[in-house]
Structure formats: structure tokens, C-alpha cells
């Protein structure tokens, strides 16, 4: 099992970026495929960026050429740059750890764009 917690987030204005960082404990953190959801206010929570344990990505289209997710194993930890941020990208950012029928969710971190 891995616990999750996640920083980053924050207020920045429209065009500004962010990183936000996902850390975990426990054991196989390598072993899991990573993910980053958000949920605004109103809306279901959605799959922002995956990265699983080989590497290889996926983004939602929204996001796609603005958002990149990354991982270092020996840090146990996974990352999401955000950079030309809108106010559509306001949310609760979650970060997520998944291996077979195993799901870990963090806390979240809010990150709020202004205009």
C-alpha cells in the first residue's frame, strides 16, 4: 500500500504556471501507475495525466501540450507541471496510485487561476 500527499497548488494568474508534486510512502512505488485527477466545483472528478510504471504518458485533451507529468522512483514521487494556465484549469488537484484493483487517493491541493 501507498499513502499519497500532494503540494503545489496554490493561486496563480491566467498564463502563469505551477508544479505540484505527489509524495509517497510505502513500498512499490515503482510498481504503481500514476495519476493526476481534478474535480472543480459542480463537476465530476476527471483524469488530468497518467504515467504508468514504464513511462509511458497520457493527458486529457484539455491539458495536452500545457501539462506534463513526470516520475522519480528513487523520490518516490510523481510531478505535474502546469504551465499557460486558464481559469478553466481551477480545481481541487488529487493525485492517484494504482496497481490491478488497488486505488490510493491523496488530500488534494487546490490550485486556482485568476483572471
Known amino acids: 500500500q501507498v499513502q499519497l500527499v500532494e503540494s503545489g497548488g496554490g493561486l496563480v494568474h491566467v498564463g502563469g504556471s505551477l508544479r505540484l508534486s505527489c509524495a509517497a510512502s510505502?513500498?512499490?512505488?515503482?510498481?504503481?501507475?500514476m495519476g493526476w485527477y481534478r474535480q472543480a466545483p459542480g463537476k465530476q472528478r476527471e483524469l488530468v495525466a497518467l504515467?504508468?510504471?514504464?513511462?509511458?504518458?497520457n493527458y486529457a485533451d484539455s491539458v495536452k501540450g500545457r501539462f506534463t507529468i513526470s516520475r522519480d522512483n528513487a523520490k518516490n514521487t510523481v510531478y505535474l507541471q502546469m504551465n499557460s494556465l486558464n481559469v478553466e484549469d481551477t480545481a481541487v488537484y488529487y493525485c492517484?496510485?494504482?496497481?490491478?484493483?488497488?486505488?490510493?487517493w491523496g488530500q488534494g491541493t487546490q490550485v486556482t487561476v485568476s483572471s
Open positions: 510505502g513500498s512499490g512505488f515503482s510498481f504503481y501507475a
Open positions: 504515467i504508468t510504471s514504464g513511462g509511458h504518458t
Open positions: 492517484n496510485a494504482e496497481r490491478g484493483s488497488y486505488r490510493s
